[in-house]
Each structure stands twice: as structure tokens, then as C-alpha cells.
């Protein structure tokens, strides 16, 4: 009889989404006329830009013509699409190849796959809380994994130490679910540490967009050294709402090698073996965010769901609670009043006033006590929840 793979039976029942949404459920069968104030989703409510809805268009378009036709797409990414993601980085003073960009359908289906280009053996480490698929991906393939946990104390922002070693080290800046974000000294310090123990960092800057600070690092090739131990993980779902559309990128240097081994010569191995491409349509659609219209759009978008965050934060403070994330970040992490659990929280805000957030638990072991807000929602419904938890908490 074949054997399927045995890890999936180490994986811990996925929980938090389940439980959330059970619960509501349950509240709103014996509630009917009552709203909820949704604060916990993670997707985005604002529609596309529209440049990058009239980039589709031309795209839908071309595929009608014999002579502007796309069949397959060259597997690691659109030319078109890779250099304008190059320049991206230009602008910000970081200098890659085309060849160093990789176009994808977004940053989960890539932290899934950029597993294959590292040994099973080899161990990962989480910096907790965390969002949960870097555990789960690694369950998955029976690896290690090395939890560190962070809080308060550090500003959930842990750093390297002899605890922390491992083979793949993963650092979310901003981070998912804290809304932390590593400084240019705090990153280099984890890039030495890779540096020196040859571990490579999966750097996930799903969220780099919604930085407004100058000193605060967008892109791990920020910093000194990054590039013989770092890969970034980078998504159009959050920045640029293509959660629906999925477009993602990921840049692998040429000088990130090991045992000999170039992991951007690998990953356009991978490539060519296991994708045909992402679809012209979106890549096109996708090279519109990166035009000055495009950039203009979507940090109008930002700056919306940034508002959204200046009024939780607004009411936070009147309240006395402490949280971090917000302002550089779509998620605000909470420290829960009164000493409460994250589930006694939600269950507090769910009945008393109709507001759903995120336990913090559901983020690994660490989170319990800790509660996140997402300001991916509407203004109308911002505003609501603000008044609503300042009416209950003063
Ligand atoms: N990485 C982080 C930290 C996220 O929060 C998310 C989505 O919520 C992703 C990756 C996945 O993004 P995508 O929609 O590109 O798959």
C-alpha cells in the first residue's frame, strides 16, 4: 500500500478562522438584526486601481489579435514585468538584474514552493507570533522547526542569538500579525548571523508598501550583506489589491550560494520544471502598478486604510492600551485589557459590542493576551468599531 505523507498527521488543526467564523456565526443565528464590525480581515475591501484595471483590459484585448496574441509565458516572469520590478528597486537605491526577479501568483503559493530548493533536513526558524503558513509549509515537509518567541519586551522584534539558529530563518518586516517593523540596524544583525552560520533568510515583505517612515528598511537588499544570504517573498495582494488577481515577486541573487549550489540558477530550474508561467493578462495588469499613475494609485488606497488605522490607533491611546503596528503596518497588535485572554477578548467584543478582531493566540503560543485589528475594512465601519470600543473600555 503506498504511503501517503506522514507529516500531514503532525499538523495542528487550523483553529483560528474556523473558530472565528463559527463563532460569529452562532452570535448572529440568536442576534439576526445585529451588524458585525469586521476588524479581523486580513483581504482588502478597495477595488483595483485604475490604471492597473485598464492595463487588464489591454491585456483581455491583445489576446484577440493574431499578432499581439501571448500563449506561454516565459516561466520565471514577463520581461516586461521583471524589468519593471527591477526599476522598482532601482528607485529605492537597490541595484538587481532582471534576472534576479522572479514573477509568481503571490507570496503563499512561493513560501510553499522556495521549500523545494532546501534539503529536508535542514531546520527553520519562526519568529513567533507568525503568520501561520511558515509553520505549517515546514510540518509539512517533516522539518525542524525552531520557534523564538518575541513580546512585549522587545518590541516583538527578537534578536539573533544561539537560540535562534537554524537553516532557513523567516523574518516578516512589517509583520503579520504584530505590524512590527525591523530597523536598518536591528535586519543587520540578522543578515550577519546568516552570514556567519551560512543560513539563508526568507524575507517576507509582503507588507514593504505600507512603510511611511524613511529610515525604516522596505527590502532586505537594504542592508549590507543581504545578498549572499537572503531571498525576498513579495506580494501585489496587500499593496496593490490583487488578493482576487494574485501577482506576486521574489528576488533570488546570483550571489546567494551554497555548497556550490546558486539558488537563482535552482529556482529558474524549479521554474521551468513545475510552472508554465503566471497569465500574460495579470503580469500586464501587474505592470501597471509600478508606473508612476499606478504608484499614485495604490498609495491612495494605502493612505485609505492607513486612516483606518489612525482611528483605532487614536482610540487605542485614549484608552490607555498598549499596542504597536499601525503606522507603518495594516495591523495593530494589541495588548488586551484588563489581563484578559484573546479569546475571552474576542468573545467581550463580539457580544458587548458587535466587533470582530483576531485572537492573538491563533498566532502561536505567544500571542495569548495579544489581539490584532486590520484596517483592510470600510471607513463607515472603522469609525463604528473605534466609538464602539471606546464606549465599552473607557
Ligand atoms: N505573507 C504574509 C505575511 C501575509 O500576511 C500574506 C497574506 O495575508 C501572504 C504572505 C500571502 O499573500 P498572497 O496573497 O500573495 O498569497
Same mark, same amino acid.
Given at each position: ?182 530597523? *536598518?540596524?536591528?535586519?543587520?544583525? =540578522?543578515?550577519?548571523?546568516? &552570514?556567519?552560520? #551560512? +543560513?539563508?533568510?526568507? @524575507? $517576507? ?121 499601525? *503606522?507603518?503596518?495594516?495591523?495593530? =497588535?494589541?495588548?488586551?485589557? &484588563?489581563?484578559? #485572554? +484573546?479569546?475571552?477578548? @474576542? $468573545? ?47
Amino acid at each position: 500500500m503506498i504511503t501517503p505523507n506522514l507529516h500531514y498527521a503532525d499538523l495542528k488543526s487550523s483553529y483560528l478562522f474556523y473558530n472565528i467564523a463559527q463563532k460569529t456565526k452562532a452570535y448572529l443565528a440568536e442576534n439576526p438584526d445585529k451588524k458585525l464590525y469586521r476588524m479581523g480581515i486580513g483581504d482588502v475591501s478597495l477595488p483595483l486601481a485604475k490604471s492597473v484595471i485598464a492595463a487588464l483590459h489591454e491585456g483581455v484585448e491583445d489576446q484577440a489579435f493574431k499578432d499581439r496574441f501571448h500563449g506561454y509565458m516565459p516561466e520565471c516572469g514577463a520581461p516586461f514585468l521583471r524589468t519593471a520590478i527591477a526599476d522598482y528597486y532601482r528607485s529605492r537605491g537597490i541595484e538587481l538584474g532582471d534576472d534576479e526577479v522572479f514573477v509568481s501568483s503571490g507570496a503563499s503559493d512561493e513560501l510553499g514552493d522556495i521549500l523545494d530548493l532546501f534539503d529536508r533536513s535542514s531546520s527553520a526558524l519562526v519568529i513567533e507570533p507568525a503568520y501561520p503558513a511558515y509553520v505549517d509549509a515546514n510540518v509539512m515537509a517533516g522539518r525542524k522547526i525552531v520557534h523564538l518567541a518575541s513580546g512585549i519586551d522587545n518590541g516583538f522584534l527578537p534578536e539573533p542569538s544561539e537560540n535562534a539558529k537554524a537553516d532557513i530563518l523567516y523574518i516578516c518586516s512589517p509583520n503579520n500579525p504584530t505590524g512590527a517593523v525591523f530597523k *536598518k540596524e536591528q535586519l543587520r544583525k =540578522w543578515v550577519d548571523f546568516a &552570514n556567519e552560520n #551560512g +543560513s539563508v533568510i526568507l @524575507f $517576507d515583505a509582503a507588507y514593504e508598501a505600507f512603510i511611511e517612515d524613511e529610515e525604516l528598511p522596505r527590502s532586505i537588499f537594504e542592508i549590507e550583506g543581504a545578498k549572499t544570504c537572503a531571498i525576498e517573498i513579495c506580494s501585489l495582494s496587500k499593496t496593490a489589491g490583487f488578493t482576487g488577481t494574485r501577482l506576486g515577486y521574489t528576488v533570488i541573487p546570483k550571489a546567494l550560494v551554497r555548497h556550490g549550489m546558486c539558488f537563482n540558477d535552482m529556482w529558474v530550474r524549479n521554474r521551468t520544471t513545475k510552472t508554465n508561467g503566471v497569465s500574460y493578462i495579470i503580469q500586464k495588469g501587474g505592470a501597471a502598478v509600478f508606473t508612476s499613475e499606478g504608484q499614485k494609485e495604490i498609495h491612495e488606497n494605502i493612505s485609505y486604510y492607513k486612516e483606518n488605522a489612525r482611528l483605532l490607533m487614536e482610540a487605542l491611546d485614549e484608552l490607555g492600551i498598549w499596542y504597536c503596528g499601525g *503606522k507603518n503596518s495594516p495591523y495593530i =497588535w494589541l495588548k488586551c485589557p &484588563n489581563g484578559m #485572554g +484573546s479569546w475571552e477578548f @474576542f $468573545d467581550l467584543l463580539l457580544k458587548e459590542i458587535q466587533v470582530v478582531g483576531t485572537p492573538g493566540e491563533g498566532f502561536g503560543a505567544c500571542g495569548e493576551g495579544y489581539f490584532r485589528f486590520s484596517v483592510f475594512g470600510s471607513r463607515e465601519d472603522t469609525v463604528e468599531a473605534a466609538e464602539r470600543l471606546k464606549r465599552l473600555l473607557r
